[in-house]
């Protein structure tokens, strides 16, 4: 089993990615993690125990929150897209039964990776506060993880936050810099160049069925659809946060290309932009897996069968 530690900032397409990791049957969750993001510290954490209760799977899973502003900016919460709760409405009124563990999710990081060293895989859904703390804290801890695969950013495309950042890379831009630039020597970028080609309809949503989680997935996915439709024509939920857990499960899924890759932390008009060295102008060493194309009809198949099951 794939050993995995998964950092989310939970809204709709974070709990979905928590949904295919745990119900793949294929990954061994040492942990999941929670970062400021589209909701604040507190909604992303109490937002990830309602998923874990829906999973029935929250006295088996260690929950740990970390931190709650990105490095240097303030928060900058994504209500227009998640919902005032980040879960699109759902399971609103639900009692929560799970709750955090202690510690500090950039300390917990640490600890797992060195101690199994070489085993880890890191999955990053939010922005990438809670990484560049603990790599800051544990420069060394870039040598003992197995791999990073972080949703964020966009090389070919726009942005979907500002015209060319990516709402992850947005947030924290120091973070991510940080990230880019610590030497992980597998660090796998799953950007909107790819998770915008891999769109949940109302087709996949009927195939899964009439299961709790299948209830969950249409609710939670409802205005989600409309606001899609209203910006792009087409009734559908983007599987950024999904596809990250898919690549780990299945590298297959994408095509990568390893580039230079660094991000704007410095402009008025595009910070957060990830810059892509395609014709290595810069002449320096590649570092990030670059994803730039995906099967979605395979990922799309293993989704459901994983949320079927
Ligand atoms: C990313 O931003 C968040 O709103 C989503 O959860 C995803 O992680 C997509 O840009
Ligand atoms: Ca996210």
């Known amino acids: 089993k794939h050993k995995i530690i998964l950092d989310v900032d939970t809204g709709i397409d974070d709990a979905l990615g928590i949904i295919l990791a745990v119900k793949s049957g294929e990954m061994d969750l040492i942990g999941i993690t929670t970062v400021n993001g589209n909701v604040s510290l507190g909604k992303a954490t109490e937002n990830t125990c309602k998923i874990l209760d829906l999973l029935q799977v929250g006295e088996q899973i260690p929950l740990v929150p970390g931190a709650s502003q990105p490095l240097l900016r303030t928060v900058f919460f994504e209500h227009r897209v998640h919902g005032e709760d980040g879960l699109g409405g759902a399971l609103r009124e639900a009692t929560v039964v799970t709750q955090p563990t202690k510690g500090f999710a950039p300390d917990f990081i640490i600890e797992n990776v060195l101690a199994q060293s070489g085993e880890v895989t890191l999955v990053m859904t939010g922005p990438l506060t809670n990484l560049a703390l603990a790599v800051r804290k544990c420069p060394e801890l870039v040598h003992h993880v197995k791999e990073v695969i972080f949703m964020g950013g966009v090389v070919r495309e726009h942005g979907n936050v500002t015209p060319t950042?990516?709402?992850?890379?947005?947030?924290?831009?120091?973070?991510?810099?940080?990230?880019?630039?610590?030497?992980?020597?597998?660090?796998?970028?799953?950007?909107?160049?790819?998770?915008?080609?891999?769109?949940?309809?109302?087709?996949?949503?009927?195939?899964?069925?009439?299961?709790?989680?299948?209830?969950?997935?249409?609710?939670?996915?409802?205005?989600?659809?409309?606001?899609?439709?209203?910006?792009?024509?087409?009734?559908?939920?983007?599987?950024?946060?999904?596809?990250?857990?898919?690549?780990?499960?299945?590298?297959?899924?994408?095509?990568?290309?390893?580039?230079?890759?660094?991000?704007?932390?410095?402009?008025?008009?595009?910070?957060?932009?990830?810059?892509?060295?395609?014709?290595?102008?810069?002449?320096?060493?590649?570092?990030?897996?670059?994803?730039?194309?995906?099967?979605?009809?395979?990922?799309?198949?293993?989704?459901?069968?994983?949320?079927?099951?």
């Not at 790819?194 to 069925?209: A, M, P, S, Y």
């Not at 792009?232 to 596809?243: K, Q, W």
């Not at 897996?289 to 293993?302: G, K, P, S, T």
Request: proline residues 3%.
């Open 165 to 309: 950042a990516e709402y992850n890379m947005y947030v924290d831009p120091e973070a991510a810099k940080v990230v880019l630039h610590a030497g992980f020597p597998e660090l796998t970028m799953v950007g909107l160049d790819v998770t915008r080609k891999v769109l949940l309809n109302e087709d996949h949503i009927r195939e899964l069925g009439d299961t709790s989680i299948a209830r969950y997935v249409k609710q939670s996915t409802s205005d989600y659809l409309e606001r899609y439709f209203e910006r792009n024509g087409v009734r559908a939920c983007a599987m950024h946060d999904p596809l990250a857990v898919g690549v780990a499960l299945n590298r297959n899924l994408v095509t990568t290309q390893k580039l230079y890759v660094d991000v704007e932390t410095r402009s008025e008009l595009c910070d957060g932009q990830t810059v892509c060295d395609f014709q290595n102008r810069w002449g320096k060493e590649p570092n990030v897996n670059v994803c730039l194309a995906v099967d979605a009809e395979a990922f799309f198949e293993r989704f459901i069968r994983a949320l079927k099951a």
